[in-house]
T-cell receptor
Framework: EAGVAQSPRYKIIEKRQSVAFWCNPISGHATLYWYQQILGQGPKLLIQFQNNGVVDDSQLPKDRFSAERLKGVDSTLKIQPAKLEDSAVYLC????????????FGPGTRLTVL | QKEVEQDPGPLSVPEGAIVSLNCTYSNSAFQYFMWYRQYSRKGPELLMYTYSSGNKEDGRFTAQVDKSSKYISLFIRDSQPSDSATYLCAMSAEGSSNTGKLIFGQGTTLQVKP
């Protein structure tokens, strides 16, 4: 079974630029999550999708972050414009459905904002 | 006060030692408890998943939950250099609206020396 795929693995941008991250969850997994992991901290949930609908985006900084999962499979997370404090690893995770807590993580995208 | 507290370490032990990793939490509504292992520049990998209080064993790993003390532990027996990683605890409250909303500790870095 293929795992969660993410790209790119690394991205360096300057502040005020925009950036997008892509995630492909495990096949058949209806629920998809985006997390932000700042160096030395645990992952922090940004947004949770069930199929193509948003379940929870209460911790997503909506003035600069956006995410979509239009067809209920792949997802894209965008930051526009980026700030220095957005430097972090962005992790995508998926689970079978909303009844399951077990989440499977991708390798993450390491973002550096200069 | 953070909802989940975890000593960041680093914790350094000799090969073969028994390792004890711990988390404390403040939210009595937490019912689901997980341990993830994260190797450097990789995504978290689910190691153990328990519900409510009690023990769970899987090979060299044992997870314990003491809800009365709001304290969870992960024990690693016969530790190996390949166990060197960051260990993250994660928790979730009961109820359909809370499923998947994991709160992570900041992680404990473990180094097992040959």
């Amino acid at each position: 079974e293929a795992g969660v795929a993410q790209s790119p693995r690394y991205k360096i941008i300057e502040k005020r630029q925009s950036v997008a991250f892509w995630c492909n969850p495990i096949s058949g997994h209806a629920t998809l999550y985006w997390y932000q992991q700042i160096l030395g901290q645990g992952p922090k949930l940004l947004i949770q999708f069930q199929n193509n609908g948003v379940v929870d985006d209460s911790q997503l900084p909506k003035d600069r972050f956006s995410a979509e999962r239009l067809k209920g499979v792949d997802s894209t997370l965008k930051i526009q414009p980026a700030k220095l404090e957005d430097s972090a690893v962005y992790l995508c995770a998926s689970s079978l459905d909303l009844t399951r807590n077990e989440q499977f993580f991708g390798p993450g995208t390491r973002l550096t904002v200069l | 006060q953070k909802e989940v507290e975890q000593d960041p370490g680093p914790l350094s032990v000799p090969e073969g030692a028994i390792v004890s990793l711990n988390c404390t939490y403040s939210n009595s509504a937490f019912q689901y408890f997980m341990w993830y292992r994260q190797y450097s520049r990789k995504g978290p990998e689910l190691l153990m998943y328990t519900y409510s209080s009690g023990n769970k064993e899987d090979g060299r790993f044992t997870a314990q939950v003491d809800k009365s003390s709001k304290y969870i532990s992960l024990f690693i027996r016969d530790s190996q250099p390949s166990d060197s990683a960051t260990y993250l605890c994660a928790m979730s409250a009961e109820g359909s609206s809370n499923t998947g909303k994991l709160i992570f500790g900041q992680g404990t870095t473990l180094q097992v020396k040959p």
